[in-house]
T-cell receptor
Framework: RKEVEQDPGPFNVPEGATVAFNCTYS??????FFWYRQDCRKEPKLLMS???SGNEDGRFTAQLNRASQYISLLIRDSKLSDSATYLC?????????????????FGTGTRLTIIP | DAGITQSPRHKVTETGTPVTLRCHQT?????MYWYRQDPGHGLRLIHY???????DKGEVSDGYSVSRSKTEDFLLTLESATSSQTSVYFC????????????FGSGTQLSVL
């Protein structure tokens, strides 16, 4: 099982609709979680961190469910400019690494297209 | 946006030749990373640096080496390029804590023929 799994999509959603997608992670020791956005042929950019209590940034809401080991991203009132690939990123702390005992794992991304 | 510049943006090379990719940052960020992105895989860490001359391996480091002689520059070298190293390479930085808020460069598309 992959450490981080996302539905690759594509999700084709009409403008103005609400869309949500999940990301599951396999290691319960995971500590922190992020959503990045990547436009076609561009670099990833941090969209938002995901906090235990859930957090909202404008039209975007992120949730964490530790019991079921998934995070979600909800986009309300979707805009054409929301079309992108959304990457789920999980930070896991473990002891055998030299890298500050942490490891970031990226999902393969969910592709979202907003249709006019 | 963080000032991270990658060069070259595109490169085509032949199997067996050495290749060096450059990442230059103007943000004075301590941590720098090299990732590769391939279809069907998430971004995978090749090497990272936690300071000048301080580097370590990531999860897919075989066939790659790095150097960081100045805070602002992080070089990735493919000693003898292979077709399996055809990929998009991203440099990233983070300012104060490892793995916190990565800022990415625009990427280098490398094709090894």
């Amino acid at each position: 099982r992959k450490e981080v799994e996302q539905d690759p999509g594509p999700f084709n959603v009409p403008e103005g609709a609400t869309v949500a997608f999940n990301c599951t992670y396999s290691n319960s020791a995971s500590q922190s979680f992020f959503w990045y956005r990547q436009d076609c042929r561009k670099e990833p950019k941090l969209l938002m961190s995901v906090y235990s209590s859930g957090n909202e940034d404008g039209r975007f809401t992120a949730q964490l469910n530790r019991a079921s080991q998934y995070i979600s991203l909800l986009i309300r009132d979707s805009k054409l400019s929301d079309s992108a690939t959304y990457l789920c990123v999980v930070n896991r702390v473990f002891h055998e690494s030299n890298f500050g005992n942490e490891k970031l794992t990226f999902g393969t991304g969910t592709r979202l297209t907003i249709i006019p | 946006d963080a000032g991270i510049t990658q060069s070259p943006r595109h490169k085509v090379t032949e199997t067996g030749t050495p290749v060096t990719l450059r990442c230059h940052q103007t943000e004075n960020h301590r941590y720098m990373y090299w990732y590769r992105q391939d279809p069907g895989h998430g971004l995978r860490l090749i090497h990272y640096s936690y300071g000048v001359k301080d580097t370590d391996k990531g999860e897919v480091s075989d066939g790659y080496s790095v150097s960081r002689s100045k805070t602002e520059d992080f070089l990735l070298t493919l000693e003898s390029a292979t077709s399996s190293q055809t990929s998009v390479y991203f440099c990233a930085t983070s300012p104060t804590a490892v793995n916190e808020k990565l800022f990415f460069g625009s990427g280098t598309q490398l094709s090894v023929l």
